[in-house]
């Protein structure tokens, strides 16, 4: 500020009102800047004890076993069958190990072999995605005649390549029901 405007307040450059006033929404800014920083400190210390708590209950309902699936069942069909085909032997620390490998690896889904109705399961997958890939192969054929009622987002050379993956999942699924025995 000039001179001029300090002496009108009846202040000198580094006193007076101005001066005061300055001072003033200077310290204000820097407690709005530190209250700033507080409350996003506060808000992610919220969240990181809502998160561990939610995960200290999931924990607690799997232990307590209040899932409404039968995880622990498959899992102990799964260790059973191992323990028949390998040399596994009961000591705690390999009991551990293979219930946590177990358990994870039926949260990924590779355990469905155990489960009572796999069977029925993948009978239905099959028929699904058979269904599926005729309808696709369909829309191809259509496409590629130039009869297609619509005129589809992607191109030709996606929509075949999505019908290539298609035909190589039903032939695994295929494979795998000669292999296991069950009739599509």
């Not at 028949?84 to 690896?105: C, H, K, M, W, Y």
Request: aromatic fraction near 10%; charged fraction near 30%.
């Amino acid at each position: 500020m000039d001179e001029a405007k300090y002496t009108m307040y009846g202040g000198q450059r580094g006193g007076g009102k101005i001066f005061f006033l300055e001072q003033l929404v200077s310290s204000l800014r820097e407690r709005l800047k530190a209250t700033e920083v507080d409350r996003d400190r506060w808000k992610s210390a919220a969240l990181y004890y809502r998160d561990l708590y939610i995960k200290q209950k999931q924990e607690e309902n799997i232990m307590n076993c209040t899932c409404g699936d039968n995880r622990f069942e498959i899992i102990q069909r799964a260790k059973d069958d191992l323990r028949q085909a390998t040399n596994i032997d009961g000591s705690p620390d390999e009991v551990a190990v293979l219930d946590s490998i177990l358990f994870r690896a039926w949260q990924m889904g590779w355990l469905d072999k155990y489960e009572p109705d796999y069977k029925e399961r993948m009978k239905e997958e099959y028929w699904q995605l058979k269904e599926r890939y005729n309808k696709l192969h369909q829309m191809c054929i259509k496409y590629e005649a130039g009869t297609l009622g619509f005129t589809p987002t992607c191109g030709l050379s996606l929509l075949a390549d999505q019908k290539r993956h298609m035909g190589q999942y039903l032939h695994c699924l295929e494979v795998r029901a000669e292999i296991e025995g069950i009739k599509l």
